[in-house]
Nanobody, 115 residues
């Protein structure tokens, strides 16, 4: 059984920063991919950033230069450092783990950016 536990969401003013964390536990392959998605009200869930166990990253165009994804493989933990936050970044952020052929999701953490 794989579990993802997220933390770090909250309310911040535009231009501020937040750091999200997601710790994975259970039977996890050494080669995997972790990432962050977000879903705003009335919109589809979208990829924010992803990172492989080898350290390769990819980002949505809307967050490039502002967000940084990183991971600690020893702790099976992925982080999302979010800087220069904008009101349009407001959403529920979900951690994702692609473990073999199976996809796992965290419970979601709310990020609200006030203008």
């Amino acid at each position: 059984q794989v579990q993802l536990v997220e933390s770090g969401g909250g309310l911040v003013q535009a231009g501020g920063s937040l750091r999200l964390s997601c710790a994975a536990s259970g039977s996890i392959f050494s080669i995997n991919r972790m990432g962050w998605y977000r879903q705003a009200p009335g919109k589809q869930r979208e990829l924010v950033a992803g990172i492989t166990s080898g350290g390769s990253t990819n980002y949505a165009d809307s967050v490039k230069g502002r967000f940084t994804i990183s991971r600690d493989n020893a702790k099976n933990t992925v982080y999302l450092q979010m800087n220069s936050l904008k009101p349009e970044d407001t959403a529920v952020y979900y951690c994702n783990l692609l473990n073999g052929l199976q996809n796992y999701w965290g419970q979601g953490t709310q990020v609200t950016v006030s203008s």
